[in-house]
């Protein structure tokens, strides 16, 4: 069974650098994009971005890029998304999420990780 | 970006009945839309991909359809598990946008 497994909470102070990931299980990690979601706390969900581990092409949602980097090592099965400078209101919970067709980066999200918890507080 | 409306916004109804949520996209997304189910604490849960096929492991009860660019998501005879948020998403264009939710309660 394919999981995506997350690192766990986080509490950080506005400004400190941060880096979460999101670790696939299974050999076929490189043929699958990893999105990334923001759901803020009591609200919706807001696509964020997503890469292809194969070859780190990356697609960003305009409204969020230069505020997060997403990134991925296809040699342990794993992506990150990161911070240099966390800030109050990037306090969330961020889901990884893979697409159901191999290679796709448009199709719906079927495999879900548990989602990290980020708290940014001072 | 394209916009993802979601109507109603909350809606309460009983077990056994017949519910319907929509989704209207502000451009034509031809069949990309997406619906998913959250329940407290959970991540979504992919319940209909391409507007209108059952994702696998998903009760035939849920279906999609589709009208230009209006999208619906059908419960037919709601059960008690079925209360949670239902989002749509369109996955034509990025940012694959989600509409603001739907949440749904069980009288």
Redesign the interface.
């Known amino acids: 069974e394919v999981q995506l497994v997350q690192s766990g909470p986080e509490v950080k102070k506005p400004g400190e650098s941060l880096k979460i990931s999101c670790k696939g299980s299974g050999n076929s990690f490189t043929n699958y994009w990893i ?1 990334w ?1 923001r759901q803020m706390p009591g609200k ?4 964020m ?2 890469i292809y581990p194969g070859d780190s092409d990356t ?5 969020l890029q230069g505020q997060v980097t997403i990134s991925a090592d296809k040699s342990i099965s794993t992506a990150y998304l990161q911070w240099s400078g966390v800030r109050a209101s990037d306090t969330a919970m961020y ?1 990884c ?1 893979r697409p ?1 067709e191999t290679g796709s ?6 495999i ?4 990290t918890m980020v708290t940014v507080s001072s | ?1 394209i916009q993802m409306t979601q109507s109603p916004s909350s809606l309460s109804a009983s077990v056994g009945d017949r519910v319907t949520i929509t989704c209207r996209a502000s451009q034509s997304i031809s069949n ?1 839309l ?1 619906w ?1 189910q ?1 329940k407290p604490g959970q ?4 319940l209909i ?2 507007a209108s096929s059952l ?1 696998s492991g998903v009760p035939s009860r849920f279906s999609g359809s589709a009208s230009g660019t209006d999208f619906i998501l059908t419960i037919c005879s709601l059960q008690p598990e079925d209360s949670a948020t239902y ?1 749509c ?1 369109q ?2 264009t ?8 739907t949440r749904l309660e069980i009288k």
Do not use: C
């Open positions: 999105g979601v919706g969900l807001e696509w971005g997503i697609r960003y949602s305009p409204s889901y999420a159901r980066s448009h199709a719906g999200f079927d879900w990780g548990q989602g | 970006d990309y997406n998913y959250q991540a979504p849960k992919l991909y391409d994702q989002y998403q996955s034509h990025a940012p694959l946008t989600f509409g603001q939710g």
